[in-house]
């Protein structure tokens, strides 16, 4: 309930900003509504992954790999949602618009691929996770996470107008939510 009246009222907030002022209020409320949506899906996966991992020193070998994967499923279906959401978001009419959402399309198939060669990968090894392999496991998971994260965060970098780009730089909750650059 709470992220919901959040969203709200980042929503009217956005579009204050962006009724009565320029392209690059446009871009800034652009910039904060995404990256909002963006850290909000970045904590829901995390915690899904915590979730995954929590007390799986205390349940049996056999299942610890299965509690893994669970995680792998749910990380996958955050995604899944997210990949859903991004043609209804109440972005500004900015010019990069529709290339902003073909990007962040992008992101989200790039993020699946990822995470089905680590499901992939962990179901070709062994089936149970020794008390001394629990560590280098969760390792592995918590490094193919980060992965997901990196080829789905949006490339802002390409696109071509300058305020646009400036606005993501400018935003600090854009911070690791997507690829770092230099406005040149």
């Not at 949506?37 to 915590?50: M, Q």
């Not at 918590?142 to 802002?156: G, H, L, M, R, T």
């Not at 696109?159 to 780009?165: A, S």
């Given at each position: 309930?709470?992220?919901?009246?959040?969203r709200a009222?980042?929503a009217?907030?956005i579009?204050?900003?962006?009724?009565?002022?320029?392209?690059?209020s446009?871009?800034?409320?652009?910039?904060?509504?995404?990256c909002?949506?963006?850290?909000?899906?970045d904590?829901?996966?995390v915690?899904?992954?915590?979730a995954?991992?929590?007390?799986?020193?205390?349940?049996p070998?056999?299942e610890?790999?299965?509690?893994i994967?669970?995680?792998?499923?749910?990380?996958?279906?955050?995604l899944?949602a997210?990949?859903e959401?991004?043609?209804?978001i109440?972005?500004p009419?900015?010019?990069?618009r529709?290339?902003?959402?073909?990007?962040l399309?992008r992101?989200?198939?790039?993020a699946l691929a990822?995470l089905?060669d680590?499901?992939?990968?962990?179901?070709?090894?062994?089936?149970?996770v020794?008390?001394?392999?629990?560590q280098?496991v969760v390792?592995?998971?918590?490094?193919?996470?980060e992965k997901?994260?990196?080829v789905s965060?949006p490339e802002i970098f390409?696109f071509e107008?300058?305020?646009?780009k400036q606005?993501?730089l400018d935003?600090?909750d854009?911070?690791?939510?997507v690829?770092q650059f230099?406005?040149?």
């Amino acid at each position: 309930m709470v992220g919901v009246r959040r969203r709200a009222v980042h929503a009217l907030v956005i579009a204050a900003l962006a009724a009565g002022c320029g392209g690059d209020s446009k871009d800034a409320a652009t910039a904060s509504l995404l990256c909002t949506e963006l850290r909000e899906l970045d904590n829901r996966i995390v915690d899904e992954v915590n979730a995954s991992v929590a007390g799986i020193d205390a349940e049996p070998a056999g299942e610890r790999l299965q509690m893994i994967l669970g995680g792998v499923d749910e990380v996958a279906a955050e995604l899944r949602a997210w990949d859903e959401r991004i043609d209804v978001i109440e972005l500004p009419d900015v010019e990069e618009r529709t290339e902003l959402r073909r990007e962040l399309h992008r992101g989200v198939d790039a993020a699946l691929a990822e995470l089905d060669d680590q499901r992939r990968a962990f179901e070709s090894g062994p089936s149970s996770v020794a008390d001394e392999e629990i560590q280098g496991v969760v390792g592995t998971w918590f490094n193919a996470v980060e992965k997901v994260f990196s080829v789905s965060e949006p490339e802002i970098f390409r696109f071509e107008r300058t305020e646009f780009k400036q606005a993501f730089l400018d935003e600090p909750d854009c911070r690791n939510v997507v690829q770092q650059f230099v406005n040149d």
